[in-house]
């Protein structure tokens, strides 16, 4: 008896628990005052400048290895060490004694030459009247002509050793082929240097304009290029700033001169190579630098704050939004291209003029699970000006 009186009551309990849930359920999400607290952040169109740091070296745009032609005594250095040189200028002067000798003897031998192709013509001249009268035969007179047509060959070759000979003389002044910064000589007066030796007699360099290699890993060179969530407006003109290593910047804005379509394949990095004009001589190579590349500019960017964006068990990157109406929407599958000082750059999943909720995200957890719930904004919604993100930029990338 007793057993089938609590059978009557118990759905009567039940229905009473259901009955209390369902109220405190509504006094939560819509009962007076008791709404959750949050802050939003409103999103603001902005344009989002797309920079990256990359380590880079300094190389000069040209260098010259200054190394001899012909062998010999060096009788003089005919520049000041750590100056500035131009192209053509006399820089050692190699004993030309013996090739200033190879030179006029290969001039007697091209007048020799010539005199022996002038009695030659001379000759075959003379033959060709006697062979008109029947005076010689006509196997003489042809070797008469060959004779002449050797003794022409013979005057083109004594030229050609001619020329050679003036050559080596020329390179006994050795003579510097750019416009350039040169360092210490090698060798002094006195020096026996050799033809093709290995090692220089100084280095000129160009400085002014310099070169900056920096290297990047291709995957994210790649990704610079090719990303399908992020459309940007490429950056024009001079678009890379110089950091020094003690964080100073320099000057001069420098610009990409080109980028390398070949893999490191040790490294897996790809080499761009930037030019600045060095007029001060303030950048010199070998120096590791800091340059800071501008890729473009995102038009009207969707930038949040990150304590507004949250992952879930899939790693997918979700978000509350508020409504107008002060519901609460749970937005699953957001894109992120980057993030920055605090921020995301959201390329999709959240739009302009949206209020992200960014602090009392607890309370609100039930929205995750499909439940419909209404929030009450705290204080006047956050927004990031365009001054704002441009110092957080700038100060992020130093």
Known sequence: MRFNKLLLTLPMALTSLLLLTSCDNNQSQNGDGQLPKVTVFKVEPLDYTLKINLPGRVVASQIAEIRPQVSGIVLNREFEES????????????????????????VASVASAKANANIAQLTLKRYAGLLNTKSISQQEYDKAAADAKQANASVLVAQAAEHAAKVNLDYTKVYSPIDGYIGKSSVTEGALVSAGQPTPLALVQQLDPIYVDMTEAATRYNKYLQDENIIYEPAKGNNVELYFNDGSKYALPGNVKFSDMTVNETTGTVTLRSQFANSESKILPGMFVKPQ???????????????????????????KILKPDNTVEYRQDIKVYTGISGYWVVTSGIDIGEQVITTGLLNLTAVESGVTMQAEVVGEPTTLSQEQLDNIINNNMK
């Open 293 to 319: 590349l501008t890729l473009g500019t995102i038009k009207n960017a969707v930038l949040v704050p990150q304590q507004g964006v949250t992952s879930n068990q899939k790693g997918q990157y979700t978000a």
């Open 83 to 106: 100056s500035n040189v131009k192209a053509g200028q006399s820089l050692y002067q190699i004993d030309p004694a013996i090739y200033q000798a190879n030179y006029d003897s290969a």
